[in-house]
């Protein structure tokens, strides 16, 4: 992944009471946390869902979609008003630099 150069952002899910973010290598590695009521928890631990949004660029002369330039994440608690929780934008395509030459 790594030497592919373009990959941002893994997430994979199966560690019911982990959902850890960190960056390795300068790809972030995000856990999903444990959203089932069939498998085992930790007690006080509200149950939870890893949420990402990927926005892509678009081309409103054609419409067309573009690469990717944008990605987030939070989770949503089982809670009475399913909570936001953790927002963290991950990655962030930067804008080519532009040279303003007028005067």
Not at 22 to 30: A, P, Q, V
Not at 45 to 67: I, P
Request: aromatic share 10%; net charge positive.
């Amino acid at each position: 992944m790594v030497g592919a150069g373009d990959v941002k952002a893994v997430f994979t899910g199966h560690d019911h009471v982990n959902d850890f973010c960190g960056k390795l290598s300068e790809i972030n590695l995000c856990y999903a946390g444990g959203f089932g009521y069939h498998a085992y928890g930790k007690a006080g631990w509200s149950r939870r869902a890893r949420v990402v949004l990927a926005s892509l660029e678009k081309d409103e002369s054609n419409a067309t979609w573009g690469g990717v330039i944008l990605i987030r994440t939070w989770k949503r608690l089982d809670d009475a008003p399913l909570s936001k929780i953790d927002e963290q934008t991950l990655w962030q395509k930067v804008p080519s630099a532009r040279l303003c030459l007028e005067r």
